[in-house]
């Protein structure tokens, strides 16, 4: 397979977006359905709309319009865009976590939605979708009121319908979205706060409180940004909170740091890059079957031995920032077998999918089809779309 080659990782975002259109656009009440089977693409849940995927999707078409996609890419952009505005938002700038229809489902406010809305309006801004640009600040300012920690520059996870505080946890998980958001924000308008803020959230996170552990990036911590080591103990399949370390977000962040450093210097950023990734792959890859073990504890065994798709897109992602920017083949050959993988046990080559987990002898998993569905491709996608920019096509 060609996996390194742009044009190669063109047509696969390609394909992932043809997965989900036209089907995903509902005529209905608005905005995306985002429950297609991962098996066939049947719909099995048209009515739940997940703020996140609903971003991840206008995201997904605007990545479309930016590689010279098919011409629906935009009107598809645009129709989740206007969703998101329109229903999605209510009017003090916050964003429920979930919809039923245009009903309100949950009213949680969260920090990874708000990150990914950030995320929406700037990737579409950046693909000259109307009326995205002139809300990246509004978006921007609601999240710097209510979210940000000022002194620290992390954000809380979770907030009530009317901004209250209804939880002392505190996490990584939504502020490396958090700080992914903030480079678009930046590459969008080229204003420095965003870029600056960016950094504080890697600086704090993947600096300062991975020294303050055992080395590695622990996922929960309290009110006060102490590590948490029990917290879910008892949930190790959690799908935004598990309990252990986990090998995506460890190489997630090295994806991160490396693109931070393409805007502002740091003599960290490589170096840590660079540990992370090593850490994920040598603790966090199944020898055996293949693929990433969901987590793994803090002696380094596997806790939850399934395969999660979106912990091989962004492991693909980092390993070939990581071989573009030292030149080192260690890291091609990881890219190489990620992808490989991939291509034999997760991608639903009939359809262009990928599917959501499988077991540890990679069969496919009997939940995959989950409601409401978050994943919409955005994982594979982005990271197709990172590694094409690392290439110098479509910067």
């Known amino acids: 397979m060609e996996f390194r080659k742009p044009s190669w990782l063109r047509q696969h975002v390609l394909n992932i977006l043809n997965f989900y259109y036209p089907d995903c ?48 890419c935009r009107s598809a952009a645009k129709h989740g865009l206007d969703f998101l505005l329109s229903e999605h938002r209510e009017e003090d700038g916050g964003y429920p976590w979930l919809l039923k229809g245009r ?42 009121e209510h979210f940000m920690e000022t002194e620290r520059g992390l954000c809380k996870p979770e907030l009530g319908p009317d901004w209250e505080e209804v939880s002392p946890y505190r996490g990584q998980n939504a502020n490396m979205h958090m700080c992914e958001a903030l480079i678009s924000a930046y590459e969008a308008t080229e204003n420095e706060k965003y870029l600056d803020d960016a950094v504080d959230i890697a600086t704090a996170l993947a600096k300062e409180l991975t020294d303050k552990g055992e ?20 949930q190790p399949d959690h799908l935004f909170r598990p309990w252990g370390y986990q090998p995506g977000h460890l190489m997630e962040w090295s994806k991160l740091l490396l693109i931070l450093d393409r805007y502002v210097s740091r003599n960290w950023f490589l170096d840590r890059a660079e540990h992370f990734f090593r850490s994920a792959v040598e603790k966090g890859w199944d020898s055996e079957y293949g693929g990433f073990y969901y987590s793994f504890d803090r002696n380094g065994k596997p806790i939850l031995e399934d395969k999660y798709y979106w912990k091989l897109a962004e492991g693909s992602a980092a390993a ?3 071989a573009h920017r030292t030149g080192d083949d260690y890291y091609w050959e990881w890219y190489d077998r990620i992808w490989k993988y991939a291509w034999e046990n997760m991608i639903n080559k009939k359809y262009g999918n990928w599917y959501f987990k499988l077991t ?20 594979p996608l982005s990271a197709c779309y990172e590694v094409m920019k690392e290439k110098g096509k479509y910067e």
Not at 123 to 138: L, N, Q, V
Request: with cysteine; net charge negative.
């Open 360 to 379: 540890r002898d990679n069969e496919i998993h009997e939940g995959i089809d989950s409601t409401p569905e978050i994943k919409v491709g955005y994982h």
């Open 25 to 72: 656009i509902d005529h209905r009440y608005g905005g995306y359905i985002s429950q297609l089977s991962d098996r066939d693409g049947h719909i099995y849940d048209g009515r739940s709309k997940s703020q996140v995927s609903t971003c991840r999707l206008i995201f997904n078409f605007s990545v479309g319009d930016m590689i010279e996609g098919p011409d629906w």
């Open 215 to 234: 080395g590695l990036l622990w996922e929960h911590y309290d009110s006060d940004w102490e590590i948490d080591w029990d917290y879910n103990r008892d």
């Open 320 to 322: 070939a920032l990581l």
């Open 103 to 144: 009903s309100v489902e949950d009213p949680t406010r969260r920090a990874y939605a708000h990150a990914f809305a950030l995320l929406a309006v700037s990737t579409a801004s950046k693909a000259d979708i109307p009326g995205a640009d002139k809300e990246i600040e509004p978006t921007y300012r609601v999240i710097e």
